[in-house]
């Protein structure tokens, strides 16, 4: 109902809301004053152009303007910026960029899954256990994880598209080196494994069993 809003590029009724998304008139109004209580709508009774009405003019709702960034699927460009960022600021001239960006993406994703660990204290790891872990932290990433089998994660968003698709050899690399790191932090590399294994509209790296890895 939001993105309906935003394209429709002029103030619109409740009735206009509710009829692009095919729900009630009651239920569109609910949602509606929910946006308006965040700060992603405002409304008026009147708009430049709109016939006015007899009775009571009707609430009309419109974006507030460019407050806020959003993003469906979810986009985790910082953190990729931050690597690299990282990446250059450390630069020593004996390796190459794209050798400390991984060093980085590795390091970055080893005090992650540290973190996971110090905060959950799971104890010796299974893959199974290791994957719900990894599912909870990469879905607050973005990388929209599903459960494909009890010992396969696969991670159906890429959070750095579509920066990954003008340099997937870097940017798919730092991620499987961000994700391999996350295992290694969490203490379960014996566990489970990152496979780099790109697929057309999907994150280039599942996580999985190291006896399942020699099959992907």
Sequence with gaps: ????????????????????????RKLAAFHLDKLVDVGLLRTRTDAPGRARTVGRAPKLYEPVPDLIQVSIPERRHELLAEILADAVLTEDGEHTARSIAFEVADRRGTALGGADRDRHRPGRLGTERTLT?????????GFEPERAAPALL???????????????????????????????????????????????????????????????
């Design 133 to 141: 872990l990894a599912a909870e932290t990469l879905e607050a990433l």
């Design 154 to 216: 696969l991670l159906r968003n890429c959070p750095f598209h579509p920066l990954a698709a003008k340099a997937p050899d870097l940017v798919c690399g730092i991620n499987h080196r961000f994700l391999g790191g996350y295992l290694q932090g969490l203490g379960a590399a014996d566990a489970a494994t990152a496979v780099l294994q790109p697929e057309s509209g999907s994150c280039c790296v599942r996580l999985c069993a190291p006896e399942e890895a020699s099959q992907a």
């Design 1 to 24: 109902m939001y993105a309906f809003i935003r394209r429709a590029r002029r103030p619109v009724t409740r009735d206009e809301a509710a009829a692009s998304v095919g729900i009630s």
